[in-house]
């Protein structure tokens, strides 16, 4: 069983979503401390011709919470939703996909594990992704004593894992040695190039998903999925 474990991020890059698609199941890690200055509640758009943030306002955020432990100030979502408006209402796609994005930001729930789990089920289920998703909190039993790749290796043990799956950049982090001592293969997950035409710009890559899918048929952003390889 394929297995990733990744912390809910504001409408990630397309990685995010290909080791989703990738795995049979995909733990969303909330229960782990916010990072201030992340990924968890903001991520980049096209403005122009340049990446800017786009950023979802928190209330009392802090890297001693846990991000299952903050909530979300309601009014800064109308800034989100117009900030996506403003740097796509142009683009070729914003018709079909701005009011489905603009109704996932509109979710009254006010706890940012809970708004951001709810999201990426919603952008998944759009992608055709059908991978079982769980919440790290809610659905994960764990030894919450353990650390870092001990603890992601208990994960991995509980939900009968054979392979753990993580994000290229997280090559530093784990031992394959580790791993294989405990019957699971260590994969990273290497994106291939993917370029698409953003208005008459250079090409800036590694957006949030909202930039492809503002520039692209959803059937495209699909077969996007698969331009990645195990290393």
């Keep these: 069983m394929k297995l990733a474990i990744m912390q809910p991020y504001f409408f990630p890059y397309i990685c995010y979503w290909q080791a989703i698609a990738a795995v049979d199941k995909y733990v969303v890690y909330d229960d782990v401390n916010y990072i201030k200055g992340g990924w968890v509640n903001r991520n980049r758009i096209l403005v122009g011709n340049s990446a800017k943030f786009v950023t979802l306002a928190l209330d009392k955020s802090s890297p001693y919470k846990k991000i299952n432990e903050i909530d979300i100030l309601q009014y800064g979502k109308q800034n989100a939703v117009n900030a996506i408006e403003n740097a796509y209402r142009k683009a070729p796609y914003f018709k079909e996909i701005f009011p489905f994005i603009k109704s996932i ?59 753990y799956i993580n994000a290229i950049g997280g090559q530093e982090l784990y031992s394959a040695s580790e791993f294989e001592k405990n019957g699971i293969a260590l994969n990273f997950l290497k994106t291939h190039n993917i370029e698409y035409k953003q208005f008459d710009n250079t090409f800036v890559p590694n957006l949030s998903i909202l930039d492809a899918l503002m520039f692209n048929p959803v059937e495209n952003v699909k077969r996007m999925l698969s331009k990645m390889e195990f290393v």
């Design 105 to 163: 930001i509109a979710n009254q729930e006010p706890n940012l594990a809970e708004y951001l789990y709810s999201q990426i089920k919603n952008v998944a289920n759009y992608l055709n992704i059908t991978t079982k998703l769980l919440l790290s909190s809610r659905d994960v039993e764990k030894d919450s004593a353990l650390k870092g790749q001990e603890k992601v290796l208990d994960i991995c043990k509980r939900l009968g894992a054979t392979q």
